[in-house]
């Protein structure tokens, strides 16, 4: 059984159904995310709160290891959360599906996301990190660290110096372990460039993004990896050479989609060669899209 320790933002997606035009009006790249402050969210709760469809727990790195575990993987996920209703609701919501949960406790509210999804699906994000900003070396497991096989973690943890103190801990304790990194969004490759660079200096197992975010880093920084997996939407993803195209679907949501794909190749490849790993995980993926949420229910 593949073992799989992950690390990163605990949050809870709150789901909002747009127009184009409304995303206009919010200022925010489609497709891409930024972080917002305590105030924005407040501002953009109220003036869509008639336009909420669902409140779900999330985080990249979360719904990454839901999908692995429902493939059959042992995971471990540590965070840190607010000493508040939505961080009892992160917990209660996973405490199933992640396997063992340890957490920091924060003074900071529960992580927050607006997904704001327009009618093609498309997902546009906006997270208040909150509590997340306290993820610190002490929300790790070290005893489950050092027994699992796979270090899973992102280009968002790297976005705060706690975040990056945690990176250093757990590399420091897991060198026999593969470690697998996500690019996050491009646009937080320039402002981590510094922490990528020390990042570029670990050997890395793989390294996974969608196409823009693969060029983006590949332009700024040459990063230490056996492996590449490429996620292209619509038209599938690519590991190393190796490409399966994705199924005709009826989109619903976009959310979540990359995660889940990350989260089954790499539990998928316990009993499975790459190429069928890669295509079981596009498949998943391609019923994400399919659904509301950022996760199979």
């Known amino acids: 059984m593949n073992t799989i320790y992950g690390f990163g933002n605990a949050l809870v997606d709150i789901e909002i159904r747009i127009s184009e035009i409304q995303l206009q009006d919010i200022e925010i790249k489609k497709g891409s995310m930024k972080h ?10 109220e003036t869509y709160s008639k336009n909420i469809h669902s409140k779900l727990p ?36 996973f405490k199933d599906e992640l396997g063992d949960v340890s957490y920091s406790k924060s003074h900071l509210d529960t992580g927050i996301c607006l997904i ?6 498309q997902r546009t994000m906006a997270a208040c990190l909150g509590a ?23 280009n968002f943890s790297l976005s705060s110096k706690n975040g990056l103190s945690t990176a250093q801990c757990a590399l420091e304790e897991s060198a026999d372990l593969k470690i697998c990194f996500g690019i996050s969004d491009a646009s937080l490759v320039k402002g981590n460039l510094d922490n990528l660079i020390w990042l570029s200096t670990r050997k890395i197992h793989m390294l996974y993004g969608n196409q823009i975010e ?72 391609s019923e ?10």
Do not use: W
């Open 116 to 121: 704001f999804v327009t009618p093609d699906g």
């Open 288 to 297: 994400v899209c399919s659904a509301n949420g950022p996760r199979l229910l």
């Open 58 to 93: 999330g985080g990249s790195i979360a719904n990454s290891l839901y999908a692995a575990n429902k493939h059959g993987a042992k995971t471990h996920f540590s965070c840190s959360l607010g000493e508040d209703e939505y961080g009892q609701y992160f917990i209660d919501s």
């Open 214 to 285: 693969m060029s983006t880093i590949k332009k700024l920084i040459t990063m230490n990896t056996n492996n590449i997996l490429i996620t292209d939407g619509e038209n599938g993803a690519r590991y190393n050479e190796q490409s399966v195209e994705a199924p005709k679907i009826n989109m619903i949501n976009s959310n979540g989609a990359g995660d889940a794909l990350i989260g089954t190749f790499l539990s998928c490849l316990e009993n499975s060669d790459s190429t069928e790993s890669l295509m079981k995980s596009v498949n998943y993926a």
């Open 36 to 45: 917002i402050a305590k105030e924005e969210l407040a501002m953009y709760l």
């Open 132 to 154: 997340n900003l306290d993820l610190n070396p002490e929300s790790l497991n070290m005893d489950n660290l050092k027994e699992s096989k796979y270090l899973l973690f992102d």
